[in-house]
């Protein structure tokens, strides 16, 4: 098998699983007891919110604990804009954002907000003389993925925070799962930002939202006390430790696994552009572990099955969107719906070998004179 997906699930390194192991075999009291087996989950869980805190260049109480950033992304987008229903009902957004994001965009529509979506250059980049056309005095939240999933586009956010400077009741939500590893990401200037630490080596089921000290949102999930009051639950102390580990490992490695990846990720664009149906989607400054493609007339679900035939796995769309529409992320940068029902998205690891890479080429080649002379 040559695994190419690592976009939508990278594996646990080694040692966010031995940390996970050793916690939850250490710690066996519940954080919130007053005894002594409550009172060790209790400091460790502190000094482990403290660590992911300054990691993230956040305030402890900044940090909530989830289950992912689906998650994440539901809580914050649902709740800015249920606390701030008082101040308006108008929310801004792209089109590149995940099911997560655009999802929640839909619910809350349904409940009679009201949704624009930012216009996209050939770039990939949200456009900011159309963000600075699209606010008003009731826009209550502008919710902005910081890399998309399918182009790997990096998003300007120190243009976007400016922009809302002027607008003090709207929020700035930042869904920063695709970019912890590849590019720097601070949450100085945010309001709230998800991230989930399964995309670069911790573990399924665990997520944070930071959310800026002071700003009120509803929570989803009600309950007992937890490390938050905005989301209840006993405080999962092995879970927050594996973050920990996953997010240290990630920002400490990000500049030598990045090389790794741009090394790799240009051979691949290189030997894919000498294909006459190739079209490479991903704009040229995309994140390199992201290459989105179309090969002219194939459909991109049919390229995928293909390549899968052959035991190599990639992905069409992000792996949470339904089937047989075509990519509005591609749509975006292309103009084209042929090309964007065509796409498909290699996504790349440090882990991802020489040999590999060379090894996908040659089942590349094969599928795509299979696929293409048959037309
Ligand atoms: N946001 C982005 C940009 C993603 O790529 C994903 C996962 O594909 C998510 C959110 C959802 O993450 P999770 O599966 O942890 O809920």
């Known amino acids: 098998m040559i695994y190419l997906d690592y976009a939508a699930n990278h594996p646990s390194e080694e040692a966010v699983l031995q940390r996970f192991c050793e916690a939850e075999r250490a710690l066996i009291g519940n954080a919130n007891s007053s005894h002594p087996a409550g009172e060790a989950s209790r400091e460790e869980m502190e000094r482990i919110t403290a660590s992911i805190a300054s990691l993230m260049g956040a305030e402890n109480a900044e940090v909530i604990y989830t289950s992912g950033a689906t998650e994440s992304n539901n809580m914050a987008i649902k709740g800015i804009a249920r606390a701030r229903r008082h101040l308006g009902r108008h929310i801004i957004s792209t089109p590149l954002e995940h099911a997560s994001v655009s999802a929640s965009l839909t619910y809350l529509q349904e409940q009679g907000y009201e949704i624009d979506l930012l216009d996209i250059g050939r770039d990939g980049r949200v456009d900011l003389e159309h963000l600075k056309d699209l606010l008003r005095e009731d826009t209550v939240l502008l919710a902005v993925t910081a890399v998309d999933s399918e182009l790997g586009t990096i998003q300007p956010l120190e243009g976007i925070k400016e922009i809302l400077k002027s607008f003090p009741n709207c929020a700035l939500h930042v869904d920063a799962t695709q970019a912890i590893g590849r590019v720097p990401v601070a949450f100085s200037g945010l309001d709230t930002l998800s991230l989930a630490p399964h995309k ?130 591609v749509f975006a940068v292309s103009r084209d719906r042929r090309n964007a029902l065509s796409s498909w998205r290699i996504s790349l690891s440090y882990r991802t070998t020489e040999e590999e890479a060379r090894e996908f080429l040659q089942i590349f080649d094969t599928c795509y004179y299979e696929l293409t002379d048959r037309k």
Do not use: M, W
């Not at 973050?243 to 990846?261: G, S, W, Y």
């Open 200 to 329: 670069f080596g911790g573990l399924n089921g665990s997520g944070l939202l930071l959310k800026k000290r002071g700003l009120v949102l509803e929570p989803l999930l009600h309950g007992g006390v937890s490390t938050s009051l905005y989301r209840g639950g006993t405080p999962t102390v092995s879970l927050a430790a594996s973050v920990e580990t996953a997010l240290r490992l990630a920002i400490e490695n990000r500049e030598d696994h990045v090389q790794k990846v741009t090394e790799l990720s240009n051979e691949l664009k290189n030997a894919l552009s000498a294909y006459p149906k190739v079209r490479i989607n991903s704009p040229s400054d995309a994140v390199p572990h992201i290459l989105n493609l179309s090969v002219d007339g194939v459909k991109g679900t049919r390229f995928q099955s293909a390549l899968a035939d052959h035991g190599v796995c990639v992905s069409v769309k992000s792996a949470c969107s339904s089937d047989g529409t075509p990519s509005r992320a």
